[in-house]
């Protein structure tokens, strides 16, 4: 299993990113994924999951606004648009999964954001924003 996080770099408070997580060595399809995110000195903190299928999608409150999910099955990537960026956005972003279909990112039929059930983590992306 290998996920490969990019996209990040430096970028002005108030502009935008794309950032991408591709994936290999497993049936992409039929695992749920979840973007964490860990600033310097801070705990590693979820932002984004999305189903297998992309249909159902959950956010941190505090980026629910500004970040989309969205994966494209097809070329076994899931994506994570930013806009509207700001300074305390600054952090390496992974995007992560487990070994059971990512059905640890799941309370019920509800996704989370739970990174404790994660066994698979891409290399993260350095994202900054600064002026």
């Known amino acids: 299993v290998q996920l490969q996080a990019s996209g990040g770099g430096l970028v002005q408070p108030g502009g935008s990113l794309r950032l991408s997580c591709a994936a290999s060595?497993?049936?992409?399809?039929?695992?749920?994924i979840g973007w964490f995110r860990q600033a310097p000195g801070k705990e590693r903190e979820g932002v984004a999951s999305?189903?297998?299928?992309?249909?159902?999608?959950h956010y941190a409150d505090s980026v629910k606004d500004r970040f989309t999910i969205s994966r494209d099955n097809a070329k076994n990537t899931v994506y994570l648009q930013i806009h509207s960026l700001k300074p305390e956005d600054t952090a390496v972003y992974y995007c992560?999964?487990?070994?059971?279909?990512?059905?640890?990112?799941?309370?019920?039929?509800?996704?989370?954001?739970?990174?404790?059930?994660?066994?698979?983590w891409g290399k993260g992306t350095q994202v900054t924003v600064s002026s």
């Open positions: 992560a999964t487990d070994a059971n279909y990512g059905s640890s990112l799941y309370r019920g039929r509800f996704l989370s954001l739970d990174s404790s059930g994660m066994d698979y």
């Open positions: 999305i189903s297998s299928s992309g249909t159902f999608v």
């Open positions: 060595g497993f049936t992409f399809d039929e695992y749920a």
